[in-house]
Nanobody, 123 residues
Framework: QVQLVESGGGLVQAGGSLRLSCAAS????????MAWYRQAPGKERDVVAV???????TYEDSVKGRFTISRENAKNTVYLQMNSLKPEDTAVYFC?????????????????WGQGTQVTVSS
């Protein structure tokens, strides 16, 4: 009943920029934290950036000053603006959201993932 759909990945040269988007849809009451994770080949999935409902942000150290996470609550959408990209940023990027849904007996909270979008940075 909830889907997260990502877009904006692709191939870019080192030093370039990309903007990822992730839109949530379905029987949504409200969305708490939204986040971006990434997973490089052979590595675990790690958090990149988190934005709270009130737009407080936190970042993984290697992306501080280069990436910016933001959200539009009215559109249930989270963004990741990635600047000064490096080859080591190459990974599949996943959006993540903690979502409250309306159900017949009330409301329920769950954690949802997008399908992932590939970001490749060439040197």
């Amino acid at each position: 009943q909830v889907q997260l759909v990502e877009s904006g990945g692709g191939l870019v040269q080192a030093g370039g920029s990309l903007r990822l988007s992730c839109a949530a849809s379905g029987t949504i009451f409200t969305i708490d934290d939204m986040a971006w994770y990434r997973q490089a080949p052979g590595k675990e999935r790690d958090v990149v950036a988190v934005v709270t409902k009130s737009s407080k942000t936190t970042y993984e150290d290697s992306v501080k000053g280069r990436f910016t996470i933001s959200r539009e609550n009215a559109k249930n959408t989270v963004y990741l603006q990635m600047n000064s990209l490096k080859p080591e940023d190459t990974a599949v990027y996943f959006c993540n959201a903690v979502i409250w849904r309306n159900v017949t007996w009330g409301r329920t909270r769950g954690t949802y993932w997008g399908q992932g979008t590939q970001v490749t940075v060439s040197s």
